[in-house]
């Protein structure tokens, strides 16, 4: 009898938790397998951000962080999906089930080589879409 009520405690803490949706932030960060240097700055440029300002969400998966080459055709449905032909940056926000794609592309080309200014500016961003989920 108590298997029977260790199950169904169980199957219900299961059931429970399996409809919930996540909120999180997925950074994501595109290329093309030839990149220039404000590619590259980009990339290490959000790095430096994430792993100075959110280790803590990074740890515990509110915020990842993804560089994807679009030229890799396993990477073709998710390249598809944000439009991305090349060098782009973007948040895809997630809470309650729904997405929102903020595209940075532009950003990180104008302040990618200037690291003060992209991470002052990417902490800023990411901090505001942090405290809408």
């Known amino acids: ?4 009520q ?13 409809g919930q949706s996540v909120n ?14 404000t590619c590259k700055a980009i990339e290490s ?11 803590k969400e990074l740890k515990d998966g509110t915020i990842s962080f993804q560089v994807v080459n679009v030229d890799d055709e396993n990477n073709y449905k998710l390249a598809e999906k944000f439009q ?15 997405e929102k794609q903020i595209d940075l592309t532009q950003f990180g080309f104008m302040y990618g080589k200037n690291t003060a200014e992209f991470t002052k500016r990417l902490k800023s961003r990411i901090e505001k879409q942090l405290s809408k989920i």
Not at 8 to 14: D, E, I, K, N, T
């Open 1 to 4: 009898m108590k298997n029977l």
């Open 6 to 18: 260790l199950v169904v405690v169980f199957c219900l803490l299961f059931v429970s938790g399996y």
């Open 24 to 37: 999180k932030i997925e950074v994501i960060d595109f290329h093309s397998t030839h990149r220039c240097i």
């Open 45 to 55: 440029n959000t790095k430096l951000v994430l792993e100075t300002n959110f280790e």
């Open 84 to 98: 991305a032909t090349g060098t782009a940056l973007f948040l895809n926000v997630i809470s309650n089930g729904e």
